[in-house]
């Protein structure tokens, strides 16, 4: 194993890990040797996540709950750290509500824009305030927070306000969290992501005019997988990204949001 992206030793809890880009996410951090605390809020998806990274021949945890809940959080966090030993990595990855709208700000009301702002905001700020204390007490850590590129640029057409208000809040955040912890040798980090591969059907059938506007914009004309965000996560939680704090990195295939 190279040392530069050696996780050895290390726990990473990876939040919505049971499919997708957590699924992805964890894949890669359990093959560079942690131990993958898999999170999901369906108990189902958190356990197949962790099978597939013991299939693979890694060591995972399923550990279900609901990141919007800060009692349940606690908890939890408390409970895998019994099993596994103390929290070094975290992933806040889930972000997409489930049953979540996206709609046009004029045809939304508090009732949908609740969901976006409780899982990207509070959800992510739970999960930060149950490990960052044991991480600064330990004198090392690493947060990356999962965001979009609708944090930073509007798509016409896609509804995507209360979306873009939860993860340009919590990038804000995480930039502010990243000055706290820094010197106590946390890193703090946001990967904003494009399109991923889960919209390749929907690209296909040309349903979407916004996601056709998006994917035309998108240079390489490469969906992300998982496994492309489960290496920049490798690069920043591994000794490889100790120079990186408080940044935004874009992973979207050199997509020009809005084209
Ligand atoms: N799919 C895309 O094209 C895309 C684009 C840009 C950014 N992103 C971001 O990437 C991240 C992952 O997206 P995805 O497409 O893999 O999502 P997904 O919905 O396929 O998977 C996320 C997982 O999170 C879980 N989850 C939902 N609410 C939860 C909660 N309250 N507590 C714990 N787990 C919960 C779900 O059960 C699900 O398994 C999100 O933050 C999303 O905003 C996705």
Redesign the pocket.
């Known amino acids: 194993m190279n040392a530069h992206f050696d996780l050895k030793g290390k726990v990473a809890l990876v939040?919505?890990g049971?499919?997708?880009?957590?699924l992805g996410i964890g894949r890669i951090l359990a093959e560079y040797g942690a131990t993958v605390v898999v999170?999901?809020?369906?108990p189902d998806?958190a356990e197949a996540g962790a099978a597939d990274l013991r299939d693979a021949g890694g060591s995972a945890l399923a550990v279900p709950?609901?990141?919007?809940d800060y009692d349940q959080v606690t908890a939890s966090v408390q409970a895998a750290e019994k099993e596994v030993g103390p929290v070094d990595i975290l992933v806040n990855?889930?972000?997409?509500?489930?049953g979540g709208q996206m709609l046009p700000f004029l045809d939304s009301n508090p009732d949908t824009w609740r969901p976006y702002i409780d899982?990207?905001i509070f959800?992510s700020l739970n999960m930060m305030h149950a490990v960052l204390p044991g991480m600064v007490e330990r004198g090392w850590g690493r947060v990356v927070q999962?965001?979009?590129?609708?944090g930073s640029v509007p798509s016409r057409g896609l509804g995507g306000s209360m979306?873009g208000a939860g993860?340009a809040g919590i990038e804000g955040a995480v930039r502010h969290i990243a000055m706290e912890v820094g010197p106590h040798g946390v890193t703090v980090n946001t990967l904003a992501?494009?399109?991923?591969e889960?919209?390749r059907e929907t690209i296909e059938s040309g349903s979407s005019p916004v996601i056709d506007a998006i994917w035309d914009g998108n240079i390489m004309q490469h969906l992300?997988t998982?496994e492309d965000v489960g290496t920049a996560c490798l690069w920043l939680c591994s000794p490889a990204g100790d120079f990186v704090t408080g940044q935004t990195v874009h992973l979207n295939g050199g997509s020009y949001f809005g084209r």
């Open positions: 939040t919505g049971g499919q997708n880009t957590g999170n999901d809020v369906v998806r709950f609901d990141i919007t990855n889930a972000g997409l509500p489930i899982i990207n959800g999962i965001s979009s590129g609708s979306y993860k992501l494009g399109l991923m889960k919209l992300g998982g």
